[in-house]
């Protein structure tokens, strides 16, 4: 899955937008998921503070584990 599917598969599936970000300057207080310079990073965050942050070369890989992670924040 692309990031672009990935986005179309949340929207259809009414998963709630605050519960992710696709942008490292994000809203806060949810499931990041954005393309560094090298890796593709997935990663919590709260009060400014990240967790749980997992590294991934391939987009489809990130995707898929990032969907896993948030498709049930509905």
Known sequence: MTINE???RLKNEKVDPCAY????????DCMVLFHGKV?????????????DRKLFIS????????????KDMK
Not at 45 to 50: D, S
């Open 6 to 8: 990935l986005k179309d």
């Open 21 to 28: 970000s696709f942008s490292k300057n994000n809203k806060g």
């Open 39 to 51: 890796y593709w990073e997935i990663y919590y965050t709260e009060r400014g503070e990240i967790f």
């Open 59 to 70: 987009e489809k890989k990130a995707c898929e584990v990032f969907y896993e992670l948030v």
